[in-house]
């Protein structure tokens, strides 16, 4: 059974491996003659997915025919592979659950009131230390984009892109013997 937190370690070996390549893959031509680490990372190289059998065996050096044969032998450690690679997949999406409503609503940054208020704190402690370094670029700067995002909160800047556009007398040109229409 593999235990999903020996799967970076796998992952790292097989991506090693791969990358000696024509140097390794010589030794590989005789499946007999791989070490236990180059083994199990051909498995972890097929359970993953890491590309088509040909695809594995150019990266490997093996043949295509030896690469199906070495899938056939070695089909229930590559079962077991591809479950601790799917447990684990599981496991890392249960670590972020969905947020419901309600838990949305408990949250600070959902609130428009404490956003603000926290975005005045902060402009606050910035407007204090731009009145002492006048000269402190980097604090102006944090302090310009504070009040950005606060007008923004507001609703007193324009999305970019959206601002007014002219709507006054168009123009029409009128070419004798040119159908404009077909030019667009």
Known sequence: MIVP????????KSIRLCQVGTLVGYARLFMED???V????????????AGNAREISEQW???????RKF?????RELTEVREAMEAKEREE???YPDITPGELAELWISNKAERLRR????????YKEVKANPTDATTLREFRSYLAAVAN????????????VGMGDTTTYDIPGVDLNKLR
């Open 5 to 12: 937190e020996c799967l970076d370690t796998i992952r790292a």
């Open 34 to 36: 791989m070490t236990p």
């Open 38 to 49: 180059e083994h199990r990372a051909l498995v972890f190289a097929i359970a993953s997915k």
């Open 61 to 67: 050096g093996l043949p295509v025919p030896r690469l």
């Open 71 to 75: 899938v056939k032998d070695n089909e």
């Open 93 to 95: 999406e249960s670590a």
């Open 119 to 126: 975005y005045q704190a902060v402009a606050d402690w910035l």
């Open 153 to 164: 909160e507001l609703g007193q800047l324009l999305h970019r892109g959206s601002g007014e």
